[in-house]
C-alpha cells in the first residue's frame, strides 16, 4: 500500500465530502477511492470515518488522524518545493478561497493570463462567502479588512484598497435626477444589505493627513430592494432600479462601459484592503508564490484604489470648499 496516497486520498475525502467528489477531483474510480481509506483503517486498525447512506463523519480518531496527515502532506509539498525551486517550472493544483463578489469581477478575468503564463498550474477556487481570516485548508486567502484588522499567524500580501462607491443607471439618473449632496439621497430609490443600520459620508477622498471633513450621516428606511447578495444589487442597479453601494472592483467594468454611473463622486462612504493570505510556512511551493506575484503586479499593492483610477473617477475634494465639521442626520428612503 502507498501509505502517502491513501492519505492524499483519505483527505480529499474529507475535503469533499464524499467518496464519489474525491473521485472526482483525484481521477480516480469511486471504487478505487473506497478500497484505499479502507485499506489505510486497515493498516491502521481502526475506523477513521463512520459512513451512512446520508453523510460521513470523522470518528474521534480520525480527526485526530486528519490534523497530522494534513500536516504531513503539507509538509511533504513544502519539501518538494525546496528541492525544486530552483529549476522547475511551477506545477501543480493551488487552492484558492476567496469572496465570490472578487471571483466573478476580478479573479476569473485575470486567469486566462495567468493561465497562459503558467499552464501547470491548475486552480480551484472556493467561494462559499466573505474571507476575513486564512484559512489552512487552502494555499491562498482572498483577504478583506474593513473597520476590523485582521489578526492571526499568517503571511499577507496587499493587492489594493477598494472603496465603496454609490453608482445608478444614467437611465436612473437621467429620469430621477443627479444628488449633490448626500442629503439629496432622499426620496430617492436605494438597495441596500439588511444589517446596515445608517451610512456616514465624509466631504472628500479621506485618510492620511486630510483635515476633517463634513460629515453627513444617514439612516436607511424603506428601501427598493434590500438583500445582502452583491451580485443581486448589481444586477439591479444596472437594470436601473435606484441606487446602491459596490465595491469599487465590482462596479468597475461597468464604469468603463458607462452601464453605471458614480453617484456623488466627492463623497467617500467606506473604505477596505485587500490581502493575499497565506499559512504560515517555511517554504512557499513555487505555484503560490507565483500566483500571488501575479495578483500583486495585476492589482498594484499599493494603498489606492487602481478599479476607480482605472474607471477615471476616484473621490475627488469638493470644489471651492474647505473641510468642516458638520454632522448631519436624515433618513434615506422613500
Given at each position: 500500500?502507498?501509505?502517502?496516497?491513501?492519505?492524499?486520498?483519505?483527505?480529499r475525502?474529507?475535503?469533499?465530502?464524499?467518496?464519489?467528489?474525491?473521485?472526482?477531483?483525484?481521477?480516480?474510480?469511486?471504487?478505487?477511492?473506497?478500497?484505499?481509506?479502507?485499506?489505510?483503517?486497515?493498516?491502521?486498525?481502526?475506523?477513521?470515518?463512520?459512513?451512512?447512506?446520508?453523510?460521513?463523519?470523522?470518528?474521534?480518531?480520525?480527526?485526530?488522524?486528519?490534523?497530522?496527515?494534513?500536516?504531513?502532506?503539507?509538509?511533504?509539498e513544502?519539501?518538494?518545493?525546496l528541492?525544486?525551486?530552483?529549476?522547475?517550472?511551477?506545477?501543480?493544483?493551488?487552492?484558492?478561497?476567496?469572496?465570490?463578489?472578487?471571483?466573478?469581477?476580478?479573479?476569473?478575468?485575470?486567469?486566462?493570463?495567468?493561465?497562459a503564463?503558467?499552464?501547470?498550474?491548475?486552480?480551484?477556487?472556493?467561494?462559499?462567502?466573505?474571507?476575513?481570516?486564512?484559512?489552512?485548508?487552502?494555499?491562498?486567502?482572498?483577504?478583506?479588512?474593513?473597520?476590523?484588522?485582521?489578526?492571526?499567524?499568517?503571511?499577507?500580501?496587499?493587492?489594493?484598497?477598494?472603496?465603496?462607491?454609490?453608482?445608478?443607471?444614467?437611465?436612473?439618473?437621467?429620469?430621477?435626477g443627479?444628488?449633490?449632496?448626500?442629503?439629496?439621497?432622499?426620496?430617492?430609490?436605494?438597495?441596500?444589505?439588511?444589517?446596515?443600520?445608517?451610512?456616514?459620508?465624509?466631504?472628500?477622498?479621506?485618510?492620511?493627513?486630510?483635515?476633517?471633513?463634513?460629515?453627513?450621516?444617514?439612516?436607511?428606511?424603506?428601501?427598493?430592494?434590500?438583500?445582502?447578495?452583491?451580485?443581486?444589487?448589481?444586477?439591479?442597479?444596472?437594470?436601473?432600479?435606484?441606487?446602491?453601494?459596490?465595491?469599487?472592483?465590482?462596479?468597475?467594468?461597468?464604469?468603463?462601459?458607462?452601464?453605471?454611473?458614480?453617484?456623488?463622486?466627492?463623497?467617500?462612504?467606506?473604505?477596505?484592503?485587500?490581502?493575499?493570505?497565506?499559512?504560515?510556512?517555511?517554504?512557499?511551493?513555487?505555484?503560490?508564490?507565483?500566483?500571488?506575484?501575479?495578483?500583486?503586479k495585476?492589482?498594484g499593492?499599493?494603498?489606492?484604489?487602481?478599479?476607480?483610477?482605472?474607471?477615471?473617477?476616484?473621490?475627488?475634494?469638493?470644489?471651492?470648499?474647505?473641510?468642516?465639521?458638520?454632522?448631519?442626520?436624515?433618513?434615506?428612503?422613500f
Amino acid at each position: 500500500m502507498d501509505r502517502l496516497h491513501s492519505m492524499r486520498v483519505f483527505s480529499r475525502v474529507i475535503e469533499q465530502g464524499s467518496f464519489a467528489g474525491a473521485a472526482r477531483e483525484l481521477n480516480l474510480s469511486p471504487a478505487v477511492v473506497t478500497r484505499l481509506v479502507a485499506d489505510l483503517e486497515e493498516h491502521l486498525g481502526v475506523r477513521l470515518i463512520n459512513r451512512t447512506t446520508r453523510r460521513l463523519s470523522l470518528t474521534d480518531t480520525g480527526e485526530l488522524y486528519l490534523e497530522r496527515v494534513r500536516h504531513i502532506l503539507t509538509e511533504v509539498e513544502e519539501a518538494e518545493a525546496l528541492a525544486t525551486a530552483a529549476t522547475a517550472e511551477p506545477r501543480g493544483h493551488l487552492r484558492v478561497l476567496c469572496s465570490p463578489a472578487f471571483a466573478v469581477h476580478q479573479i476569473a478575468k485575470h486567469l486566462p493570463a495567468f493561465r497562459a503564463a503558467y499552464p501547470r498550474v491548475t486552480l480551484e477556487l472556493s467561494v462559499p462567502g466573505p474571507v476575513e481570516a486564512v484559512d489552512e485548508n487552502f494555499d491562498i486567502s482572498i483577504l478583506t479588512e474593513g473597520r476590523r484588522p485582521l489578526d492571526g499567524s499568517f503571511i499577507a500580501r496587499r493587492l489594493a484598497r477598494s472603496e465603496v462607491v454609490l453608482c445608478a443607471s444614467p437611465e436612473y439618473l437621467d429620469r430621477r435626477g443627479r444628488p449633490q449632496h448626500p442629503n439629496d439621497l432622499l426620496g430617492h430609490d436605494n438597495m441596500v444589505p439588511p444589517f446596515l443600520r445608517e451610512l456616514t459620508f465624509h466631504a472628500g477622498p479621506g485618510g492620511g493627513d486630510e483635515p476633517p471633513a463634513e460629515a453627513v450621516t444617514l439612516a436607511p428606511g424603506r428601501s427598493a430592494l434590500t438583500t445582502n447578495h452583491t451580485h443581486t444589487m448589481y444586477a439591479a442597479a444596472l437594470a436601473g432600479l435606484g441606487i446602491t453601494g459596490l465595491p469599487s472592483f465590482v462596479a468597475e467594468d461597468a464604469l468603463l462601459s458607462h452601464a453605471l454611473e458614480r453617484v456623488l463622486p466627492h463623497w467617500h462612504l467606506q473604505t477596505t484592503t485587500l490581502y493575499a493570505g497565506m499559512p504560515t510556512r517555511k517554504h512557499v511551493p513555487a505555484r503560490t508564490r507565483v500566483f500571488v506575484d501575479y495578483l500583486v503586479k495585476t492589482f498594484g499593492g499599493e494603498d489606492r484604489d487602481p478599479w476607480l483610477l482605472s474607471a477615471g473617477c476616484e473621490t475627488q475634494r469638493l470644489p471651492g470648499r474647505e473641510p468642516v465639521q458638520d454632522s448631519r442626520q436624515g433618513t434615506l428612503g422613500f
